[in-house]
Protein backbone atom coordinates (compact mmCIF):
# COMPACT_ATOMS: atom_id res chain seq x y z
CA UNK A 1 0.00 0.00 0.00
CA UNK A 2 1.77 3.19 -0.84
CA UNK A 3 1.53 6.85 0.64
CA UNK A 4 -1.62 7.62 -1.29
CA UNK A 5 -3.78 4.77 -0.16
CA UNK A 6 -2.43 5.48 3.26
CA UNK A 7 -3.64 9.09 3.31
CA UNK A 8 -7.00 8.50 1.62
CA UNK A 9 -8.07 5.44 3.76
CA UNK A 10 -6.84 6.64 7.00
CA UNK A 11 -9.20 10.19 5.88
CA UNK A 12 -12.10 7.72 4.70
CA UNK A 13 -11.53 5.74 8.61
CA UNK A 14 -12.10 9.32 10.33
CA UNK A 15 -15.20 10.13 9.16
CA UNK A 16 -16.83 6.25 8.62
CA UNK A 17 -17.58 5.97 12.27
CA UNK A 18 -19.61 8.86 12.36
CA UNK A 19 -21.30 9.27 8.93
CA UNK A 20 -25.09 9.58 8.61
CA UNK A 21 -26.25 7.11 5.59
CA UNK A 22 -29.21 6.56 4.05
CA UNK A 23 -30.42 3.93 1.50
CA UNK A 24 -33.28 4.01 -0.37
CA UNK A 25 -33.52 0.71 -1.90
CA UNK A 26 -31.55 -2.82 -3.57
CA UNK A 27 -29.23 0.36 -4.31
CA UNK A 28 -27.30 2.63 -1.98
CA UNK A 29 -28.21 6.37 -1.96
CA UNK A 30 -25.69 8.58 -0.02
CA UNK A 31 -26.62 11.29 1.63
CA UNK A 32 -23.94 13.57 3.61
CA UNK A 33 -20.52 12.08 3.92
CA UNK A 34 -21.00 9.45 0.75
CA UNK A 35 -17.19 8.60 0.88
CA UNK A 36 -17.72 5.52 2.99
CA UNK A 37 -19.08 3.62 0.38
CA UNK A 38 -15.05 3.74 -1.45
CA UNK A 39 -13.41 0.70 0.18
CA UNK A 40 -11.37 -0.41 -2.39
CA UNK A 41 -7.53 0.52 -2.17
CA UNK A 42 -6.40 3.38 -4.47
CA UNK A 43 -5.27 2.30 -8.15
CA UNK A 44 -4.82 -1.25 -6.01
CA UNK A 45 -6.58 -4.62 -6.64
CA UNK A 46 -9.35 -2.57 -8.86
CA UNK A 47 -12.84 -4.04 -8.30
CA UNK A 48 -12.68 -5.36 -12.48
CA UNK A 49 -9.16 -6.26 -13.62
CA UNK A 50 -10.82 -5.75 -17.16
CA UNK A 51 -13.20 -2.75 -18.10
CA UNK A 52 -16.20 -4.10 -19.93
CA UNK A 53 -18.29 -1.29 -21.85
CA UNK A 54 -22.11 -3.32 -22.52
CA UNK A 55 -24.70 -1.57 -24.70
CA UNK A 56 -27.59 -3.13 -26.34
CA UNK A 57 -27.60 -3.82 -30.24
CA UNK A 58 -31.14 -2.69 -32.10
CA UNK A 59 -32.39 -5.94 -31.84
CA UNK A 60 -31.97 -6.19 -27.78
CA UNK A 61 -28.86 -8.14 -27.20
CA UNK A 62 -25.66 -6.91 -25.12
CA UNK A 63 -23.09 -6.37 -26.92
CA UNK A 64 -20.17 -6.54 -24.50
CA UNK A 65 -16.24 -5.15 -25.46
CA UNK A 66 -13.54 -5.92 -23.05
CA UNK A 67 -10.78 -3.40 -22.14
CA UNK A 68 -7.76 -3.58 -20.13
CA UNK A 69 -7.08 -0.29 -17.62
CA UNK A 70 -4.82 1.29 -20.33
CA UNK A 71 -7.69 1.47 -22.69
CA UNK A 72 -6.58 -1.63 -25.28
CA UNK A 73 -9.16 -3.56 -26.39
CA UNK A 74 -8.52 -7.09 -24.84
CA UNK A 75 -11.26 -9.33 -26.80
CA UNK A 76 -13.53 -8.58 -29.86
CA UNK A 77 -17.30 -7.65 -29.12
CA UNK A 78 -19.51 -10.43 -28.92
CA UNK A 79 -23.37 -10.94 -28.51
CA UNK A 80 -25.35 -12.02 -25.62
CA UNK A 81 -28.69 -12.37 -24.94
CA UNK A 82 -29.75 -8.85 -22.67
CA UNK A 83 -30.50 -9.60 -19.07
CA UNK A 84 -31.94 -6.89 -16.56
CA UNK A 85 -29.08 -6.07 -14.20
CA UNK A 86 -30.63 -5.60 -10.85
CA UNK A 87 -28.04 -5.60 -8.57
CA UNK A 88 -26.85 -1.68 -8.68
CA UNK A 89 -25.49 0.57 -5.88
CA UNK A 90 -26.24 4.79 -6.91
CA UNK A 91 -24.15 6.77 -5.19
CA UNK A 92 -25.92 10.12 -4.00
CA UNK A 93 -24.37 13.24 -4.44
CA UNK A 94 -25.45 17.02 -3.75
CA UNK A 95 -27.55 19.26 -5.59
CA UNK A 96 -27.30 17.03 -8.92
CA UNK A 97 -30.40 15.85 -9.76
CA UNK A 98 -29.61 12.36 -8.22
CA UNK A 99 -33.29 12.93 -5.98
CA UNK A 100 -35.12 12.39 -9.12
CA UNK A 101 -32.62 9.78 -9.76
CA UNK A 102 -33.04 8.13 -6.99
CA UNK A 103 -36.65 7.79 -7.73
CA UNK A 104 -35.84 5.69 -10.64
CA UNK A 105 -34.36 3.11 -8.87
CA UNK A 106 -37.01 3.44 -5.93
CA UNK A 107 -39.27 2.61 -7.91
CA UNK A 108 -37.19 -0.11 -10.21
CA UNK A 109 -36.68 -2.30 -7.32
CA UNK A 110 -40.11 -1.99 -5.54
CA UNK A 111 -42.07 -2.70 -8.59
CA UNK A 112 -39.83 -6.25 -8.78
CA UNK A 113 -39.53 -6.76 -4.91
CA UNK A 114 -35.81 -6.72 -4.81
CA UNK A 115 -34.34 -6.76 -1.61
CA UNK A 116 -33.66 -3.53 0.04
CA UNK A 117 -31.23 -2.46 2.37
CA UNK A 118 -32.39 0.20 4.80
CA UNK A 119 -30.69 1.80 7.48
CA UNK A 120 -31.57 -0.07 10.81
CA UNK A 121 -31.10 3.63 12.73
CA UNK A 122 -29.21 6.77 11.04
CA UNK A 123 -26.04 4.65 9.82
CA UNK A 124 -25.17 1.57 7.62
CA UNK A 125 -22.19 0.53 9.69
CA UNK A 126 -19.69 1.83 6.20
CA UNK A 127 -17.58 0.46 5.11
CA UNK A 128 -19.29 -2.43 3.67
CA UNK A 129 -18.44 -4.78 0.59
CA UNK A 130 -20.47 -5.38 -2.46
CA UNK A 131 -21.34 -8.36 -5.02
CA UNK A 132 -18.83 -8.48 -8.11
CA UNK A 133 -21.47 -8.00 -9.89
CA UNK A 134 -22.66 -5.06 -8.37
CA UNK A 135 -22.99 -2.11 -10.60
CA UNK A 136 -21.66 1.19 -9.66
CA UNK A 137 -23.72 4.33 -11.02
CA UNK A 138 -23.28 7.76 -9.56
CA UNK A 139 -24.29 11.67 -10.89
CA UNK A 140 -22.84 15.00 -11.04
CA UNK A 141 -23.20 18.27 -12.09
CA UNK A 142 -21.71 21.25 -13.74
CA UNK A 143 -19.81 22.54 -11.05
CA UNK A 144 -20.78 26.64 -11.35
CA UNK A 145 -24.52 25.56 -11.46
CA UNK A 146 -23.93 22.95 -8.62
CA UNK A 147 -22.97 25.38 -6.18
CA UNK A 148 -25.20 28.37 -7.18
CA UNK A 149 -27.87 25.52 -6.32
CA UNK A 150 -25.91 24.82 -3.28
CA UNK A 151 -25.57 28.11 -2.18
CA UNK A 152 -29.39 28.99 -2.39
CA UNK A 153 -31.08 25.83 -1.89
CA UNK A 154 -29.87 25.40 1.82
CA UNK A 155 -30.26 28.73 1.97
CA UNK A 156 -26.53 29.69 3.16
CA UNK A 157 -27.18 33.23 1.51
CA UNK A 158 -29.45 34.36 3.96
CA UNK A 159 -27.54 32.92 6.59
CA UNK A 160 -24.07 34.04 5.72
CA UNK A 161 -22.98 36.20 2.80
CA UNK A 162 -25.27 38.63 2.24
CA UNK A 163 -24.69 41.33 -0.62
CA UNK A 164 -22.98 44.56 0.77
CA UNK A 165 -24.97 46.53 -1.91
CA UNK A 166 -28.49 46.13 -4.23
CA UNK A 167 -26.07 45.63 -7.06
CA UNK A 168 -24.33 42.38 -6.06
CA UNK A 169 -25.43 38.79 -5.01
CA UNK A 170 -25.04 36.86 -2.79
CA UNK A 171 -22.26 34.52 -4.40
CA UNK A 172 -20.57 37.65 -5.78
CA UNK A 173 -20.51 38.94 -1.82
CA UNK A 174 -18.87 35.42 -1.46
CA UNK A 175 -16.08 35.46 -3.66
CA UNK A 176 -15.23 39.37 -3.05
CA UNK A 177 -14.32 37.92 0.65
CA UNK A 178 -13.15 34.03 -0.60
CA UNK A 179 -9.85 34.34 1.48
CA UNK A 180 -11.62 35.00 4.85
CA UNK A 181 -13.94 32.12 4.22
CA UNK A 182 -11.90 30.05 2.69
CA UNK A 183 -11.14 28.38 6.54
CA UNK A 184 -13.46 25.44 7.61
CA UNK A 185 -12.79 27.38 11.13
CA UNK A 186 -14.73 30.42 9.75
CA UNK A 187 -17.65 28.86 7.90
CA UNK A 188 -18.15 26.60 11.06
CA UNK A 189 -18.36 29.36 13.04
CA UNK A 190 -20.88 30.40 10.56
CA UNK A 191 -23.30 27.20 10.30
CA UNK A 192 -21.82 26.47 6.86
CA UNK A 193 -20.32 23.33 5.78
CA UNK A 194 -17.37 23.88 3.91
CA UNK A 195 -17.73 20.77 2.05
CA UNK A 196 -21.13 21.54 0.44
CA UNK A 197 -19.49 24.47 -0.96
CA UNK A 198 -15.77 23.33 -2.03
CA UNK A 199 -15.28 20.33 -4.21
CA UNK A 200 -18.38 19.08 -2.99
CA UNK A 201 -18.63 15.79 -5.60
CA UNK A 202 -15.24 14.84 -5.02
CA UNK A 203 -15.62 15.36 -1.08
CA UNK A 204 -18.78 12.81 -1.64
CA UNK A 205 -17.17 10.57 -3.83
CA UNK A 206 -14.70 10.20 -1.33
CA UNK A 207 -11.66 12.08 -1.51
CA UNK A 208 -11.26 14.53 1.49
CA UNK A 209 -10.56 17.66 1.10
CA UNK A 210 -7.37 18.19 2.22
CA UNK A 211 -5.94 16.20 -1.16
CA UNK A 212 -8.10 18.84 -3.29
CA UNK A 213 -4.65 21.10 -4.06
CA UNK A 214 -2.71 18.30 -5.19
CA UNK A 215 -3.15 18.24 -8.49
CA UNK A 216 -1.26 14.57 -8.70
CA UNK A 217 -4.04 13.13 -6.26
CA UNK A 218 -6.56 14.70 -7.92
CA UNK A 219 -6.09 13.14 -11.25
CA UNK A 220 -5.22 9.29 -9.74
CA UNK A 221 -8.56 9.19 -8.19
CA UNK A 222 -10.36 10.70 -11.09
CA UNK A 223 -8.71 7.29 -12.17
CA UNK A 224 -9.77 5.73 -9.63
CA UNK A 225 -13.59 6.39 -9.75
CA UNK A 226 -13.59 6.04 -13.95
CA UNK A 227 -12.08 2.12 -13.27
CA UNK A 228 -15.07 2.05 -10.42
CA UNK A 229 -18.02 3.49 -11.38
CA UNK A 230 -19.91 1.69 -14.66
CA UNK A 231 -21.70 4.79 -15.31
CA UNK A 232 -21.35 8.23 -14.25
CA UNK A 233 -24.39 10.42 -15.19
CA UNK A 234 -24.50 13.98 -15.86
CA UNK A 235 -27.37 16.63 -14.94
CA UNK A 236 -26.78 18.43 -18.18
CA UNK A 237 -27.63 15.54 -20.07
CA UNK A 238 -29.77 14.01 -17.90
CA UNK A 239 -32.15 12.26 -20.90
CA UNK A 240 -29.25 10.91 -22.38
CA UNK A 241 -27.60 9.82 -19.47
CA UNK A 242 -31.02 8.30 -18.57
CA UNK A 243 -31.08 6.12 -22.07
CA UNK A 244 -27.31 4.69 -21.50
CA UNK A 245 -28.41 3.46 -18.07
CA UNK A 246 -31.03 2.02 -19.20
CA UNK A 247 -29.13 0.01 -21.93
CA UNK A 248 -26.51 -0.57 -20.45
CA UNK A 249 -28.80 -1.98 -17.63
CA UNK A 250 -30.90 -3.88 -19.71
CA UNK A 251 -34.28 -1.84 -18.71
CA UNK A 252 -37.10 -1.08 -20.00
CA UNK A 253 -38.35 2.66 -21.46
CA UNK A 254 -40.77 2.60 -18.67
CA UNK A 255 -38.10 2.13 -15.79
CA UNK A 256 -36.51 5.42 -17.09
CA UNK A 257 -39.17 8.10 -17.20
CA UNK A 258 -39.65 10.34 -14.49
CA UNK A 259 -40.65 13.81 -13.01
CA UNK A 260 -38.08 16.22 -11.59
CA UNK A 261 -37.68 15.94 -8.05
CA UNK A 262 -36.81 18.41 -5.35
CA UNK A 263 -36.41 21.40 -8.03
CA UNK A 264 -36.17 24.87 -6.41
CA UNK A 265 -38.66 27.32 -7.13
CA UNK A 266 -38.04 30.22 -9.54
CA UNK A 267 -37.16 33.07 -7.29
CA UNK A 268 -34.94 30.73 -5.27
CA UNK A 269 -32.56 30.51 -8.79
CA UNK A 270 -29.49 33.15 -9.08
CA UNK A 271 -27.86 34.03 -12.30
CA UNK A 272 -24.51 32.91 -12.71
CA UNK A 273 -22.45 36.02 -14.27
CA UNK A 274 -19.09 35.35 -16.24
CA UNK A 275 -16.65 36.47 -13.71
CA UNK A 276 -18.84 33.95 -10.91
CA UNK A 277 -18.34 31.28 -13.07
CA UNK A 278 -15.19 31.28 -13.51
CA UNK A 279 -14.29 32.22 -10.34
CA UNK A 280 -16.20 28.94 -9.15
CA UNK A 281 -14.15 26.97 -11.38
CA UNK A 282 -10.75 28.56 -9.89
CA UNK A 283 -12.52 27.99 -6.78
CA UNK A 284 -13.53 24.36 -7.34
CA UNK A 285 -10.91 23.36 -9.38
CA UNK A 286 -10.96 19.74 -8.59
CA UNK A 287 -14.36 19.20 -8.88
CA UNK A 288 -14.12 21.13 -12.77
CA UNK A 289 -11.21 18.38 -13.24
CA UNK A 290 -13.85 15.60 -12.58
CA UNK A 291 -16.73 16.86 -14.29
CA UNK A 292 -14.65 17.34 -17.51
CA UNK A 293 -13.43 13.53 -17.32
CA UNK A 294 -16.63 12.05 -16.75
CA UNK A 295 -18.33 14.21 -19.72
CA UNK A 296 -15.90 12.76 -21.96
CA UNK A 297 -16.28 9.54 -20.78
CA UNK A 298 -19.98 9.58 -21.38
CA UNK A 299 -19.82 10.76 -24.55
CA UNK A 300 -17.54 8.02 -25.20
CA UNK A 301 -20.08 6.09 -24.29
CA UNK A 302 -22.74 7.28 -25.84
CA UNK A 303 -20.69 7.22 -29.41
CA UNK A 304 -20.25 3.57 -29.02
CA UNK A 305 -24.24 2.92 -28.88
CA UNK A 306 -24.17 3.73 -31.94
CA UNK A 307 -27.34 5.63 -34.34
CA UNK A 308 -29.77 3.47 -32.44
CA UNK A 309 -28.96 5.29 -29.47
CA UNK A 310 -30.48 8.55 -30.45
CA UNK A 311 -33.46 6.72 -31.99
CA UNK A 312 -33.91 5.72 -28.16
CA UNK A 313 -33.54 8.72 -26.92
CA UNK A 314 -36.08 10.74 -29.46
CA UNK A 315 -38.95 7.96 -28.14
CA UNK A 316 -37.81 8.58 -24.46
CA UNK A 317 -38.62 12.22 -24.74
CA UNK A 318 -42.00 11.49 -26.44
CA UNK A 319 -42.81 8.85 -23.88
CA UNK A 320 -41.92 11.08 -20.71
CA UNK A 321 -44.09 14.11 -22.44
CA UNK A 322 -47.03 11.21 -22.79
CA UNK A 323 -46.44 10.18 -19.24
CA UNK A 324 -46.87 13.94 -17.82
CA UNK A 325 -50.15 14.24 -19.87
CA UNK A 326 -51.53 11.26 -18.52
CA UNK A 327 -50.78 12.45 -14.67
CA UNK A 328 -50.26 15.36 -14.06
CA UNK A 329 -52.57 18.38 -13.84
CA UNK A 330 -51.74 21.27 -15.22
CA UNK A 331 -50.24 24.53 -13.21
CA UNK A 332 -47.47 25.23 -10.63
CA UNK A 333 -47.64 23.25 -7.45
CA UNK A 334 -45.37 23.75 -4.37
CA UNK A 335 -44.17 20.63 -2.11
CA UNK A 336 -43.35 21.38 1.67
CA UNK A 337 -39.88 19.73 2.43
CA UNK A 338 -39.11 21.00 5.91
CA UNK A 339 -40.35 24.01 7.99
CA UNK A 340 -40.44 27.20 5.73
CA UNK A 341 -38.29 25.56 2.84
CA UNK A 342 -40.86 24.63 -0.26
CA UNK A 343 -39.87 23.22 -3.59
CA UNK A 344 -41.81 22.53 -7.13
CA UNK A 345 -44.21 20.28 -6.97
CA UNK A 346 -47.47 18.18 -8.52
CA UNK A 347 -50.89 17.53 -8.41
CA UNK A 348 -52.16 14.25 -10.02
CA UNK A 349 -55.70 14.37 -12.17
CA UNK A 350 -58.73 12.88 -10.54
CA UNK A 351 -59.51 11.31 -13.35
CA UNK A 352 -57.51 8.31 -14.11
CA UNK A 353 -57.58 4.55 -12.91
CA UNK A 354 -56.12 3.04 -9.94
CA UNK A 355 -53.17 1.55 -11.47
CA UNK A 356 -52.01 4.97 -12.87
CA UNK A 357 -52.85 6.64 -9.80
CA UNK A 358 -50.44 4.44 -7.89
CA UNK A 359 -47.70 4.67 -10.32
CA UNK A 360 -47.93 8.26 -10.68
CA UNK A 361 -48.30 8.77 -7.20
CA UNK A 362 -45.03 6.73 -6.38
CA UNK A 363 -43.13 9.02 -9.48
CA UNK A 364 -43.47 12.42 -7.49
CA UNK A 365 -42.45 10.36 -3.76
CA UNK A 366 -38.81 12.26 -2.90
CA UNK A 367 -36.61 9.88 -0.89
CA UNK A 368 -38.15 10.88 2.20
CA UNK A 369 -41.88 9.52 1.72
CA UNK A 370 -39.98 6.59 -0.60
CA UNK A 371 -38.03 5.87 2.47
CA UNK A 372 -40.75 5.28 4.77
CA UNK A 373 -43.02 3.74 2.02
CA UNK A 374 -39.99 0.92 2.10
CA UNK A 375 -39.64 0.36 5.64
CA UNK A 376 -43.05 -0.43 5.94
CA UNK A 377 -43.36 -2.37 3.55
CA UNK A 378 -40.43 -4.51 4.53
CA UNK A 379 -41.70 -4.58 7.84
CA UNK A 380 -44.91 -5.78 6.55
CA UNK A 381 -42.77 -8.82 4.58
CA UNK A 382 -40.89 -9.77 7.60
CA UNK A 383 -44.38 -10.10 9.86
CA UNK A 384 -45.25 -12.04 7.09
CA UNK A 385 -42.97 -14.17 6.85
CA UNK A 386 -42.70 -14.89 10.52
CA UNK A 387 -46.44 -16.16 10.72
CA UNK A 388 -45.61 -18.23 7.61
CA UNK A 389 -42.63 -19.57 9.54
CA UNK A 390 -43.27 -23.29 10.89
CA UNK A 391 -41.22 -23.59 14.45
CA UNK A 392 -39.62 -21.94 17.11
CA UNK A 393 -36.95 -19.40 15.12
CA UNK A 394 -33.28 -20.56 16.57
CA UNK A 395 -30.92 -17.35 16.76
CA UNK A 396 -27.53 -18.12 16.04
CA UNK A 397 -23.81 -16.40 17.46
Known amino acids: MDW ?11 RCSSSVVMSYGFL ?28 NDSEGNTVTSSYDFTGNQAQEKTSVPCKPVNNNLFLKVYKTGSSTVTNIFNRYGDKRDLIFA ?16 TRYITMLRDPPAQLESVFNYYDIYRKTFQPQSSTMTPLESFFQNITFYRSSRVLDGLGVDLNLLKNPS ?12 NLT ?64 KKWNSADVLLYDAFNQTLWQKIMKEGPDFFVDLSIFKKEKEAMKNKCLRKGKFLTKLWLRKKVQGYKLKTNIS ?10 TMNE ?16 DDDDNRIGPIRMTR
Open 4 to 14: KEVAINKSLAA
Open 28 to 55: MSIMRISECNLTFPLMKEPRHRLKQERF
Open 118 to 133: LPTEDSFHWPLRFEET
Open 202 to 213: LFDLGLDKEYHE
Open 217 to 280: MVQDYIRFLQQEFDLVMLMEYFDESLVLLKRQLCWKMEDILFFKLNERVQKEKQHISNQVREQI
Open 354 to 363: KELNTTCTKM
Open 368 to 383: LKYLSYLQRKLTKQLQ
